[in-house]
């Protein structure tokens, strides 16, 4: 069951089983991403996923939680899926979850009842990576799913009863278009009210297509205060009535967490003293992705 490399997984799924089910990301155009550069989309034989399984829970068979990998394995159709789900239900008695990446489009293909039979064999968390709610900014990176699709997705996922985990790109829009972005993102994430929300901070990454605009003059990336005052306008924005807020990834300038709506003020409270020099920030050398 040897992995293909790079293994691209969220922090919380550190001690997940992880179940490469495709490889790469189908929609792999957006131009700040590295992620998958090397590693073209293709979906993985069915029964090597499965032989996956078993000789996984030989070894581990209390696995109580599993990450489908890579960039969206819920492009998948639910005749690919449920198969794979049943599978692990068979083998893992204690098993409690499988969570995956997903793009819009993958959601919102899928019907209410497929949602519905993808939550009653446990999946039950995708992470969504929104990077924006403005268009015009997602426009200008490639992003495939539009920022209603996105909308839509994680509505359509909660009543399903699958949980979201949001991410948004901090310095996306660059300088240009930094306002376009905190607006926009503000009324997607208070449309979408996700249940887990992530921000991180833009890195242009040598080799990709942004990189290839910043060198040129054709993107401004923002400086640290910049990056800080867009974090803080966002969360000045949100009005999220039960969100679990992060904002700890190595990319970001300030560590923060909390939980909306009580939190809100304390968040707002450190950004400020960061913003105005009272708060260490991370350094630039100690920043990654």
């Known amino acids: 069951m040897a992995i293909i490399e790079p293994v691209i997984r969220p922090p919380a799924e550190a001690g997940s089983f992880l179940l490469q089910v495709t490889l ?4 792999d155009h957006c131009s700040f991403c590295g992620a998958y550069k090397m590693k073209p989309f293709h979906v993985k ?37 449920i198969p794979i789900l049943e599978k692990l239900e068979s083998v893992f008695p204690r098993f409690s979850r499988v969570s995956a990446y997903a793009n819009g489009s993958n959601i919102t293909r899928k019907s209410d009842q497929e949602l519905a039979e993808l939550y009653a064999h446990k999946l039950s968390l995708l992470y969504m990576g929104l990077e924006s709610g403005s268009q015009l900014v997602l426009d200008r990176c490639r992003k495939t799913s539009s920022a209603e699709e996105m909308i839509q997705a994680v509505q359509r996922a909660e009543r399903a009863g699958i949980r979201s985990s949001v991410i948004v790109l901090l310095g996306l829009g660059g300088k240009k278009h930094s306002a376009e ?15 887990y929300l992530s921000f991180l901070t833009l890195m242009a990454i040598p080799g990709t297509p942004l990189s290839e605009e910043v060198r040129r003059g054709d993107f401004a990336e923002l400086g640290s205060e910049e990056l800080l005052k867009e974090s803080y306008e966002m969360i000045q924005g949100l009005e999220l009535k039960r969100t679990v807020f992060r904002s700890d ?40 992705l």
Request: with cysteine; net charge positive; glycine share 6%.
């Open 24 to 27: 790469g990301c189908s929609a």
């Open 45 to 81: 034989d069915p029964e090597e996923v499965l032989s996956d399984i078993d000789r996984y829970s030989r070894r581990y068979p209390d696995t109580r939680r599993i990450f489908l990998m890579d960039g969206d394995a819920l492009v998948l159709n639910n005749s690919k899926l």
């Open 181 to 195: 972005h905190v607006r926009g993102t503000i009324e997607a994430l208070n449309r979408m009210q996700p249940r």
């Open 249 to 288: 990834h190595a990319s970001n300038y300030l560590a923060l967490e909390g939980t909306f709506p009580r939190d809100k003020p304390v968040l707002l409270k450190a950004l400020k003293a960061a913003i105005d020099g009272t708060i260490t920030l991370r350094p630039d050398f100690a920043r990654g």
